[in-house]
């Protein structure tokens, strides 16, 4: 997949499809190091040994669904509220230690209007008679 280059001064960013703040890169050398988004919703801390060399690890949030993204969080009864979608590189990239991934999300379910052949109290229409 590619991935929005967060990159600012990249001219083929197109900030419709992705979320600066939750957006972050760290050149995380072999000792360790963290990448965190500026929104405070992602932080991912890489122990020593867990990169073999300095790598750049960054994290781009996808604004839209994108079925090759690495992480899509989601809520409700079909998992159909998406709440983040997050696409992280390089690609493929392997960890020699355990490494540590942060979320925070609000996980609330959406309010959804009640279908009109149901009433407030819980009592269906059918055919304009009431059901118990």
């Not at 995380?28 to 500026?38: D, E, I, L, R």
């Not at 590189?89 to 379910?109: K, N, S, Y």
């Amino acid at each position: 997949m590619t991935s929005a280059n967060i990159c600012p001064s990249d001219p083929t960013n197109d900030l419709s499809a992705w979320n600066p703040d939750g957006s972050a890169a760290e050149e995380v050398s072999a000792t360790g190091g963290t990448v965190a988004t500026p929104d405070g919703n992602l932080e991912l801390v890489l122990p020593e040994n867990a990169l073999p060399e300095a790598t750049t690890i960054s994290v781009t949030e996808l604004r839209f669904n994108d079925p090759e993204a690495d992480l899509a969080l989601a809520i409700g009864p079909a998992k159909g509220h998406r709440i983040a979608v997050y696409d992280f590189e390089p690609d493929g990239q392997a960890f020699g230690e355990p490494v540590t991934l942060t979320l925070v999300m609000d996980v609330t379910p959406p309010i959804v209007a009640a279908p009109l052949h149901e009433l407030a109290d819980g009592r269906r229409l059918k055919g304009g008679s009431v059901l118990r």
